[in-house]
């Protein structure tokens, strides 16, 4: 079965401070990787994924991550964090089978909060 | 763009009453995800559709029942509500493929009593 850790719960940050939010998943075979945001009150939103290729990818709002193979990790970057990134932050995956409609699994999540 | 739609988007029972939630996708998309989302707590995939057919099962209780129509709309039926079934139901939708992104809705807050 597959799973996600988010290392951090709660991260306290002042604006322009960078940020780097820790994503580790288990599965043996080729996943895809997500974060979501979600800012109070609203629903999820894409911030990024990765399908393949270049392991660095970029999202929207600034938003980056980099997929490391061996370390099982999807870790999200922001070089200078806003006070409007306060949000709670998803790392999630799902199993590359060949087959549509294939769950995502999240991590338990991690609360941004970002004083001005 | 057009997104999914939820509704409704409040939802009050009563214990053991039956609840009926409505997903409707992004035009094009065929597939459809129901996700449980507890306060303070992650999203938990519950079950997919994928042109009616069911594709994927999560921890969906036997209680909920859920089908996609011809038009690629969902219904999440809940029966016997339950005070722990109080939380934010999320649709989702993406186009078929094991490489395609879902996309969620604003979800729909149910509170029973």
């Known amino acids: 079965a597959q799973s996600v850790s988010q290392h951090n719960h709660h991260v306290i940050l002042s604006e322009a401070a960078s940020l780097e939010l820790g994503c580790n998943y288990s599965?043996?075979?080729?996943?895809?990787l997500f974060w979501y945001v979600q800012y109070p009150g609203q629903h999820l939103q894409l911030l990024l994924k990765y399908f393949s290729g270049d392991p660095l990818v970029k999202g929207i709002k600034g938003f980056e991550a980099e997929f490391i193979k061996s370390k099982f990790s999807f870790n999200l970057r922001k070089p200078s964090v806003q006070w409007s990134d306060t949000a709670e932050y998803f790392c999630a995956v799902n199993a590359r089978y060949n087959q549509a409609g294939t769950a995502l699994i999240f991590g338990k999540g991690t609360t941004l909060s970002v004083s001005s | 763009a057009a997104g999914v739609i939820q509704s409704p988007r409040h939802l009050i029972k009563e214990k053991r009453e039956t609840a009926t939630l409505k997903c409707y996708p992004i035009p094009r998309h065929d597939t459809v995800y129901w996700y449980q989302q507890g306060p303070g707590q992650d999203p938990q995939f519950l079950i997919s559709f994928y042109e009616k057919m069911q594709s994927d099962k999560g921890s969906i209780p036997d209680r909920f029942s859920a089908q996609q129509f011809s038009d690629y709309h969902s219904e999440l039926n809940m029966s016997s509500l339950e005070l722990g079934d109080s939380a934010l139901y999320f649709c989702?939708?993406?186009?078929?493929?094991?490489?395609?992104?879902?996309?969620f809705g604003p979800g729909t807050r149910l509170l029973v009593l």
């Open positions: 989702a939708s993406s186009k078929q493929g094991y490489q395609e992104t879902q996309y």
């Open positions: 599965y043996g075979g080729t996943v895809n």
